[in-house]
């Protein structure tokens, strides 16, 4: 067996999801006749998924200790409700609106994490009524009419563009952001061998770690040429970047990330082994409801309205991102990578089929299979390795 197929074999969640990924790319882009990776429709793509992927953090997390939760999609919706009330009815600077927001989700979420952590009631009845509870609450403060429009400042949080400066169509700051982020990822890598090295774990041949940091360069760069070409840095962008870099230190780099994961692995093992498991579950349904709050807040700005309606169906596309990313159903297992990976996975599908024509009822049905062939990918492997 070459070292590729081991490679391959040994990270097949990891890599099988990026190659569906790449694949899915290429067949759409040949079906909607080179459109899908227009700069302005990448533009889109990163806009139009943005609070599934800041709702997928948080749920791969959930995920990950073994629970579920499907109140997120109400939860934004209320969130959202909320903000409008405050900005556009009471008048209330951005800034505090935007806190209180936030607040108000972590305390959702704390609501929720009590009953699950200590009431032992489980996640799926807790989140359901939280589902129930939360839509039903957004209807009666809204009194089932929409509020709009929001102020400027705050729609730009979903629609608006790092400043930049363009030459001959293309905008610089974006072009030079590429190539740091290239320059940052090779020179981290770097560092990371030397110390698989010094400290005699196995790293891998050299040829395939230079293939790899060239392709990670080459694709980072591409990707940064495409927003350069249309707009430049969407803010959203950013904001993602930021919550994917510091939730995957977190759960990879911290005490916290590991106990995360020891409590979906076994929480009676994790118990024994002086995880606070209650604390664990707690304060991980207190970041889903901060998540499900900026999700709502993003998506607000983006429809420049808070409607009854907004939210629906958002937990069913965040949980299959994490299950389509590689997480396990039964925990344990997952990555923020792996669910932000699973979230491209359906965007691009949303997406691409939307540009071919395809209807609502045929891309329902796509999605449902596509994450059904997830779940059994997982479980056949599983199985396999317990064989």
Known sequence: MTMLARLFK??????GMIFALVVIMLLFQVLTGGLLLKPINITNLILQNSYILVLAIGMVLVIITG?????VGSVAAFVGAVAAIMMVDWQ???WIAVIAAILVGGLIGAWQGFWVAYVRIPAFIVTLAGMLLFRGLTMIVLDGQSISPFPGGFQKLSSGFLPDVAFSGVSIISVVVGVALSVWYILSEMRARRAQLKYGFEAGANSLFLLKLAAVAIITNVFTFMLASYAGIPNILVLLFALIIAY?????????????????????AAELSGVKTKKVTFWVFVNMGVLAAISGLIF??????????AGTNFELDAIAAC???GASASGGIGTVYGAIIGGLVMGVLNNGMSLIGLGIDWQQGIKGLVLLLAVAFDIYNKNKRAA
């Open 10 to 15: 040994g990270n097949v969640r990891q890599y």
């Open 67 to 71: 629970h579920i939760d499907l109140s």
């Open 92 to 94: 209330l600077p951005t």
């Open 248 to 268: 995957s230190f977190i759960m990879n780099r911290t005490v916290i990330g590991r106990h995360v994961y020891a409590l979906g692995g076994n929480e009676k």
């Open 300 to 309: 607000a700005a983006r429809l420049n309205a808070a409607t009854p309606r």
């Open 323 to 325: 299950f389509i990313g």
